[in-house]
């Protein structure tokens, strides 16, 4: 984050669009989860928990990086300790995205490739146990980054005000290792096991005896875990994608880091769970419902 401010009027601007893309993206994506546990159809099946937990998940990530956006203009200097927390939970759902994914897309792989095993294997109690582990694997990485900053500096650090900025507070070559080990090694288990389900769902659509409806939706949902992914991705590359910008037109450095901003830890939690969940007719006729009712209420009439 460059340490030189915007004029009122630029700051103004950015933050307004910022904070409107973050209403209206907790807006849409509220409905999607105000229409989950409105409805108990949805309790019983993991492939929708699953998704709605990728939704508050990254509603959370929305609201977390928009606030620390928002700090950095209008208090640049924060508590250390609350700054810990606040990146501890950023960084945990940011990593939480990926492995969410593999999860939706091994549950589709039983579904299609071991329909027999699937309720014995996908239950919903085992679902909440897989989500429960994926908070856990993210936050042990993520409670390190402490441990390594109070190796390498004194408590009294937790005391001091900083720019609540990842890079200003875990800044050291240790947190360097270990954001690189632990983020690639996700990333990669991930990436092979969307190419593993799909291969897998990908013969059973060939297949003659297989449900070649559900197999194709499978295969095709998976797909799009994959561009899901991508956009997981876009936060890892930013600061190289800035690097290289900022070097070739160091005069629009903050045009660049904004619309960067934008669009890795912005857009990708409005894209992520619309991708899925507005192809899932089951959960789109209810969204659809509420979304009319309200605007209705606010006397607009829809198209």
């Not at 700054?83 to 579904?111: D, Q, W």
């Not at 769902?201 to 875990?225: C, F, G, P, Y």
């Amino acid at each position: 984050m460059n340490s030189t401010r915007d004029p009122f009027e630029d700051a103004l601007v950015k933050h307004g669009i910022v904070v409107g893309l973050g209403v209206f993206i907790t807006y849409i994506n509220g409905i999607f989860v105000f229409a989950f546990f409105k409805h108990s159809v949805f309790y019983t099946d993991p492939r929708y928990i699953l998704y709605i937990h990728l939704v508050i998940n990254d509603l959370i990530m929305l609201f977390l990086t928009v606030s620390l956006y928002v700090l950095s203009y209008a208090s640049p200097l924060v508590n250390a300790a609350l700054c810990s927390v606040l990146l501890l939970f950023a960084s945990m759902t940011s990593e939480n995205s990926p492995l969410n994914l593999a999860g939706m897309a091994i549950e589709r792989y039983i579904a299609i490739c071991k329909p027999l095993h699937h309720p014995q294997l996908c239950s919903v109690n085992r679902t909440y146990i897989l989500i429960g582990l994926i908070w856990l694997l993210n936050f042990i990485p993520a409670l390190t980054d402490i441990f390594i900053l109070l190796v390498n500096e004194p408590i009294s650090v937790f005391s001091t005000s900083i720019t609540c900025y990842s890079k200003r507070l875990y800044g050291s070559d240790q947190h360097l290792i270990r954001a690189i080990f632990v983020e690639s090694l996700y990333l990669l288990c991930v990436f092979l096991t969307l190419v593993f389900t799909y291969i897998k769902v990908l013969q059973a659509a060939k297949a003659a005896t297989s449900d070649q409806v559900s197999a194709t939706k499978a295969r095709n949902t998976i797909l799009l875990h994959g561009l899901q992914l991508l956009l997981c991705m876009l936060a890892y590359v930013t600061p190289f994608v800035n690097y290289f910008l900022l070097a070739l037109f160091p005069k629009y450095w903050g045009m660049i880091l904004f619309s960067t901003y934008l669009l890795s830890n912005i857009l990708p939690r409005l894209l992520s769970p619309l991708i899925y969940g507005v192809r899932d007719q089951k959960m789109f006729k209810y969204v659809k419902s509420y979304l009319t009712c309200s605007l209705y209420f606010l006397n607009i009439k829809p198209n």
